[in-house]
Antibody
């Protein structure tokens, strides 16, 4: 099934940038699409971004398009999310999750433990 | 984007109860609904994929059904560890979208 471990969260001022990372183990990383899902405090789940197994295609929610960039390094089994122009409404726990297939993410399993991003002055 | 709704938003229940949570999609999504359980402070856990397939390691008291726009998650006999929030999610198209959640509470 594998394991995922996020890092990089923290407190950042509005308009600032932050880079999240997700280290994968226990599965053939390049064989699976990967995704980021976030959860604002006390709220539900919101899909943020996804990338295919090869890294050739990337997808974004409208709420983050043009501000966030997803990338992966299959040689290092790692997934990143570069976040810029951060807003208060980006405050959330960010989870990385493994997709179901190389090309997509019908379902997400497993999930990392999450990393908290707080955007505040 | 496909909108997912869930009912009820909150469900008081007792150990041993049979409970059903409903999820509805704003358009037909075939069987591409998945269900997750989330406990406070923890990551979501996949329970059911493609409407009715039980993820490995998930107890058989959990079951899912449906196709098209209407889906259900049923827990046949509630156990103490089942009190949590449950989310449906559509995997039919990008962006993937989640329902708002159903909080299963102790009556």
């Amino acid at each position: 099934e594998g394991q995922l471990l996020e890092s990089g969260g923290g407190l950042v001022q509005p308009g600032g940038s932050l880079r999240l990372s997700c280290a994968a183990s226990g599965f053939t990383f390049s064989n699976y699409a990967m995704t980021w899902v976030r959860q604002a405090p006390g709220k539900g789940l919101e899909w943020v971004s996804g990338i295919t197994g090869s890294g050739g295609s990337t997808y974004y929610a409208d709420s983050v398009k043009g501000r966030f960039t997803i990338s992966r390094d299959n040689s290092k089994n790692s997934l990143d999310l570069q976040m810029s122009s951060l807003r208060a409404e980006d405050t959330a726990v960010y989870y990385c999750a493994k997709g179901a297939t190389p090309g997509g993410w019908n379902w997400f399993d497993p999930w990392g433990q999450g990393t908290l991003v707080t955007v505040s002055s | 984007d496909i909108q997912m709704t869930q009912s009820p938003s909150s469900l008081p229940a007792s150990v041993g109860d049979r409970v059903t949570i409903t999820c509805r999609a704003s358009q037909s999504i075939s069987i591409y609904v998945n269900w997750y359980q989330q406990k406070p402070g923890k990551a979501p856990k996949l329970l059911i994929f493609n409407a009715s397939n039980l993820q490995g390691g998930v107890p058989s008291r959990f079951s899912g059904s449906g196709s098209g726009t209407d889906f259900t998650l049923t827990i046949s006999s509630l156990q103490p560890e089942d009190f949590a929030t449950y989310y449906c999610q559509q995997g039919y198209s990008t962006p993937s979208t989640f329902g708002p959640g159903t909080k299963l509470e102790i009556k």
